[in-house]
């Protein structure tokens, strides 16, 4: 039912004429900052994170707000889901080239958390083509800290 309810989202995010649909592909992920309790030989987490989503965004030049969602395996290697909107502060480059930082906020539901949450990103995007990273805290007091790489092509 989750997969389903992401689907009809992305679909009604679809049928403006005036805006965007972006497709998203997740993959690599670095994680840090975790202490390992004295006697353990560490923790084997999931450093690709593989996975996939939508997101919808206004039609605007330097800023817009963004709707989507996304599914992807998280550190523990469970299938885990998101649901945000969001605002992007667009710079532009050149005539192709453009940097930006995004806030994403919305409900988690992977790596040990299920609620709300927020998440700080920034990029360079060169024609329709984007590549992103940001920032996720430790969902946890013994969590890790992780910056995640994923790219974004825009239809």
Not at 52 to 78: A, I
Not at 136 to 150: E, L, Q, R, S, T
């Amino acid at each position: 039912m989750k997969k389903f309810t992401l689907f009809i989202i992305a679909l009604l995010m679809s049928v403006s004429a005036h805006a965007e649909t972006d497709l998203i592909a997740l993959g690599k992920s670095w994680h840090f900052g975790h202490q390992v309790p004295a006697g353990q030989a560490g923790y084997n987490v999931n450093q690709y994170n593989w996975g996939g989503g939508l997101e919808y965004r206004g039609d605007t030049w330097h800023g817009q707000w963004m709707v989507g969602g996304l599914t992807y395996r998280d550190t523990f290697r469970q299938q885990a889901y998101t649901v945000y909107a969001g605002y992007q502060f667009t710079v532009p480059l050149t005539d192709n080239l453009s940097a930006f930082a995004a806030i994403r906020a919305g409900y988690l539901n992977g790596s040990g958390w299920h609620g709300p949450g927020a998440l700080p990103s920034v990029g360079l995007t060169y024609r329709r083509v984007s590549i992103e990273a940001t920032y996720i805290p430790p969902a946890a007091k013994d969590g890790y800290n992780c910056i995640a790489v994923f790219g974004r092509v825009a239809f």
